[in-house]
């Protein structure tokens, strides 16, 4: 339930409203659209595709259902916010001015509803004497790529040195990581490691309460709760606002250009009194109740896999398993959360992706988690990775003694852990 806009009586039907994509978001911009200068890092340009790692027999589907055990009523609550993820939203029900897409599913929604994709948002800053700028006065640091008619299509500002790509993650279990308490991660923080592998808590201020709490989702660790994180999303990929990001983006920050067109009459995203919700709400119950991705169990080479992953420290950062808290949803309360990720931001190095966010340096990510790992298109934070194996050798900062280790096994060593990973 939303409040709408207010448009020009003469403007067109939805269909005329959605300009093109500004620019390819898989390429740098385009010289004269505000390119970025010619020495700005730029992720090396992709391999030939090679044919992936074949899956391992039998691996079970990952169908975007949800989490066994709820109740008629989370049932019925889970299935009403999945309708709200699938549905388009349009200029009237607050859509724009400027975006990235039109749904939650235009984006996640692969293997299934609730999961990854190829798609990839841009982000952009400055960076002086190791210094990083947002450059938040011009729009950034994400970039909305689409706009309504009427409105300018935003691009990365000339004064951008920094350009970067991130790919969409998928959301199966995101449930089961939010009810993993805060302490348990702060501990990890603190447990023994391998020489040269770290690991800092992401403290985050949680929007919805002002409490400083431990950040989880998102490729920087940047949120710490699903509300938050679907808030987030619906203001910044959809223009939608909210009431804890009631703030329209204007394309480069020239707040004159949507004043002309759009007179907002409020928050977007309002609530039903009846139910006390509003989308992001929604939502966000949706992604508590979805089910983690099924893991198969490992036979034959990937046994041995299992073994090398922990031998060669990958466990040391894509920590098997935490347990999640008491919980008020009894499906997940007190659960095993097999989620191959400690949480916590390490420097990555030259995998890092130039952006500083949230309590994230330049060269700091979150511990992407590996389950559902076999059902992605493509790898790593910005996609560049076509294949697992790829994945790997592009690892570097706290993670290049692993990824060492990994190019210095044999063939058939290197095949059983692959193996292993095609399981998760």
């Known amino acids: 339930m939303k409040t709408s806009h207010s448009f020009p009586s003469t403007f067109p039907l939805l269909s005329a409203f959605l300009l093109p994509v500004a620019l390819t978001l898989a390429q740098p911009p385009a010289p004269g659209r505000g390119a970025p200068p010619a020495t700005t890092p730029q992720p090396p340009p992709a391999a030939p595709p090679a044919p992936p790692t074949p899956p391992a027999a039998l691996a079970p589907a990952i169908t975007g259902g949800s989490l066994p055990g709820l109740s008629d009523e989370q049932l019925a609550d889970f299935l009403d916010g999945r309708t709200d993820f699938v549905t388009p939203e349009t200029p009237a029900s607050g859509l724009g001015p400027i975006f990235n897409d039109v749904s939650c599913v235009a984006c996640h929604s692969a293997p299934t509803t609730g999961g990854a994709s190829r798609r990839t948002v841009t982000r952009f800053g400055h960076t002086t004497n190791g210094s990083f700028d947002p450059l938040e ?136 009194p009846l139910t006390g919700r509003g989308d992001i709400d929604r939502v966000a119950i949706y992604m508590r109740l979805l089910a983690p991705p099924p893991s198969t169990p490992a036979r034959g080479t990937a046994v041995r896999g299992a073994q090398i992953f922990a031998s060669i420290a990958c466990a040391a950062c894509h920590l098997p398993a935490m347990t999640t808290g008491q919980n008020a949803i009894a499906a997940l309360s007190e659960q095993r959360v097999e989620l191959y990720s400690d949480l916590l931001l ?67 060593d290197r095949q059983s852990l692959l193996d292993f990973l095609n399981t998760l």
């Open 346 to 412: 390490h420097d990555m190095g030259s995998l890092g992706d130039g952006i500083a966010q949230g309590s994230a340096s330049t060269t700091e990510m979150r511990t992407a988690p590996l389950w559902g790992l076999r059902a992605r298109p493509v790898w790593l934070h910005d996609g560049r990775a076509r294949t697992i194996d790829e994945a790997i050798r592009a690892h570097d900062g706290e993670a290049a003694n692993a990824r060492s280790a990994y190019v210095q096994l044999n063939t058939a």
């Open 137 to 272: 006065a011009l729009g950034g640091s994400l970039l909305q790529a689409r706009a309504i008619r009427g409105v300018p299509v935003e691009v990365v500002p000339a004064a951008a040195n920094v350009v970067s790509l991130r790919l969409t993650t998928p959301l199966f279990g995101a449930g089961l990581i939010e009810a993993i308490p805060d302490a348990t991660i702060i501990a990890q923080s603190h447990a023994p490691k391998p020489a040269g592998i770290r690991g800092k808590v992401s403290v985050v201020t949680e929007v919805a309460t002002g409490e400083e709490r431990v950040g989880r989702f998102g490729w920087k660790a940047q949120q710490a709760t699903l509300l938050a994180f679907s808030g987030d999303a619906y203001r910044n990929e959809m223009g939608i606002t909210n009431r804890l990001f009631p703030t329209e983006n204007a394309p480069n920050g020239n707040t004159a250009a949507i004043a002309r067109f759009i007179k907002p009459t409020g928050v977007d995203d309002a609530i039903d």
